[in-house]
């Protein structure tokens, strides 16, 4: 199983400045200059720790011609909370209903797929209702191979195997966490990080 996205988040929390810096971005959207002046450090050491902290998908940038604005990204910040969590508590098969649960998670699965794939296997449309989209988000993903990284334009071609707007689908596939992207090369996460249905 690859754990590198867990193991990223908690590498960028594990250091003091970028913690200090989430803190203050708790309280809203600060400057580059802004956050260097609380925290007594150089605009380059700013820098530095807010890169650890986009690679990591933690916090959000936006660029006002020469300023660049962070915020936190609280949707990656709290999934990858609760993926660590569900990583190192999963429960086992069969305990409390869990066997029960699969049963109505899988029936839900099955008529989702029903509904928005075509009997050719092309995706009719994404689902506008969240639950229903990340069901057809897995079932598309589960058909990639784990640990396998792929070039943009072979996910490109992946998707417009099943429907012509690769580019939306591909933008979900992140968004929703169930693949990551570093240097325009694409790779799956460990199922614990995907979006809950």
């Known amino acids: 199983m690859q754990l590198d996205k867990v193991v990223a988040y908690h590498k960028a929390l ?12 708790a309280g809203g959207e600060l400057n580059g200059q802004v956050l260097a002046e609380r925290l007594h450090l150089t605009p380059a050491t700013i820098t530095h720790h807010a890169a650890k902290l986009r690679e990591a998908s933690l916090i959000h940038e936006r660029r006002e011609k020469n300023t660049i604005f962070f915020s936190l990204n609280d949707y990656f910040i709290k999934n990858n909370a609760e993926a660590a969590i569900a990583l190192i508590y999963r429960s086992k098969e069969g305990e409390d209903g869990e066997v029960e649960h699969q049963a109505e998670k899988r029936q839900l699965q099955d008529t989702v797929v029903k509904n928005f794939f075509a009997a050719d296997g092309r995706l009719k449309s994404l689902p506008a209702q969240l639950k229903k989209k990340l069901i057809v988000l897995e ?26 707007d690769y580019a939306t689908i591909r933008r979900e596939f992140i968004m929703h966490q169930f693949m990551f992207r570093e240097n325009e090369v694409y790779e799956l996460n460990p199922r614990e990080l995907w979006t809950k249905v």
């Open 14 to 25: 594990a250091d003091p400045t970028r913690l200090r810096m989430l803190i203050l971005l």
């Open 139 to 164: 079932h598309l993903v589960s058909k990639l191979e784990a640990g396998r990284k792929y070039e943009e334009k072979e996910i490109n071609a992946f998707i417009q195997g099943y429907h012509e």
